[in-house]
């Protein structure tokens, strides 16, 4: 019995290494949607991205990433996009007259605004919403609220000459105000910017006017980390340590912004995130039509040609994820750049006894011969055999 068992293990082995590799590992794909934020109100965009996924996960050579949320946030992007998809919500209530609503959406995008996103994006968005909340503060009668507004209104860039007469109106001049005690500002790595309601005072460690905390605030923001934001105070030592801005949302904030000329580091800082090999990116061509384009995250290159497809429907689907795959190869690829002929065997001219595994066969003939001669002339009893030189 452990003789055969020896034998089946030797022959499984010999079989399973004798046999070639049928299929190559299959590399995850990062499906990144780079529509704007009206294309997500509906759920399209979701049940495209994900129906993608799908056929990706039928593939030979390719497979969905892992994490189901960081798939989401590949569609649903960042702050970045929350903010949009707050001002839309807020636009729409205001045009109904409804100013409440409209008031609590545009203060939340506020909020987002000043917490959560990159101070360029910041920056150029900010006047919008400080416009906006100053025009429903005065139709409901929220003078402080509408004093604040005003004021805000200042720290965007461009003009305020639309808005002039709400900004006469409630603006409060803090110029006979006492001066407030400073605020000293260290940062950790050292040398971070500092910026006083939005305007760049210069590299910590800094020593700031303080602030009334009700409109006043403080940003420390270094390239690589995630930008600090707190209200500003007076008479404080404060040490501001930055961490490393990883965030995957606002990482497809930047690439969407970017559309359609996306960066291509930009997008493979998103695949590495992820640990994607490819990204393909989806971004919708009119009402009905998708164009996607994978991205090689090792090489931060774009594949060479794009595809266009259908906006829905499983063929278009199915045919996204067989142009992100990669091809199947027949097998390992050549060491020389020119494929090499086989060489054909040599014809010996003793016929079939000029191959080896003839004189083997015919070698465990005679022995097998042997065995039986002998078997039958001496049974269980010893044999001695003299060989005569």
């Not at 091809?327 to 690829?333: L, M, R, T, V």
């Amino acid at each position: 019995m452990k003789r055969s068992a020896l034998l089946g293990a030797g022959f499984a082995a010999t079989m399973l290494a004798a046999t070639p590799a049928l299929a190559l590992d299959r590399i995850p794909v990062a499906v990144v949607w780079m529509g704007d934020a009206a294309s997500l109100e509906e759920g399209g965009a979701q049940r495209t991205v994900a129906d993608v996924n799908t056929q990706l996960q039928k593939t030979q050579t390719a497979r969905p990433i892992d994490g189901v949320e960081d798939r989401r946030t590949l569609v649903e992007g960042g702050p970045a996009t929350r903010v949009q998809l707050l001002l839309r919500r807020a636009e729409a209530s205001f045009v109904k007259l409804k100013y409440a609503d409209a008031a609590r959406d545009y203060e939340a995008a506020e909020q987002i605004l000043l917490a959560e996103v990159p101070l360029d994006f910041l920056r150029t968005s900010i006047g919008d919403v400080e416009r906006s909340l100053l025009a429903c503060y005065d139709q409901l009668g929220r003078a402080a609220d509408a004093a604040r507004a005003a004021e805000r209104l200042g720290w965007a860039a461009g003009s305020s000459e639309d808005m002039k007469r709400l900004v006469d109106k409630y603006w409060v001049s803090r110029a006979w105000e006492p001066a407030r005690p400073p605020v000293v500002v260290e940062s950790e790595p050292p040398g971070a910017t500092v910026f006083r309601d939005l305007r760049e005072i210069g590299p910590a460690p800094q020593t700031i006017a303080g602030g009334d905390p009700s409109v006043d605030v403080l940003d420390v923001e270094a390239k690589g980390y995630r930008r600090a934001h707190r209200e500003l105070r007076a008479g404080e030592t404060v040490h501001v340590a930055l961490v490393k801005e990883d965030r995957l949302g606002v990482l497809v904030d930047v690439i969407r912004a970017q559309s359609p000329d996306a960066k291509p580091q930009d997008v493979a800082a998103v695949g590495r995130r992820v640990g994607a090999k490819r990204v393909l990116v989806l971004l919708p061509d009119g009402p009905k039509k998708l164009l996607g384009r994978w991205l090689e995250v090792d090489k931060a290159a774009w594949a060479p040609e794009s595809v266009r497809v259908d906006a829905g429907g499983p063929q278009a689907m199915e045919r996204l994820a067989m142009y992100a795959a990669p091809k199947e190869q027949a097998g390992p690829p050549l060491a020389a750049g020119v494929a090499k002929a086989p060489e054909q065997p040599k014809k010996s001219k003793l016929g079939p006894w000029g191959k080896w595994y003839t004189w083997v066969a015919a070698g465990g003939i005679v022995a097998l011969v042997v065995g039986v001669l002998i078997a039958s002339k001496v049974g269980n009893d010893s044999l001695t055999v003299t060989a005569t030189h």
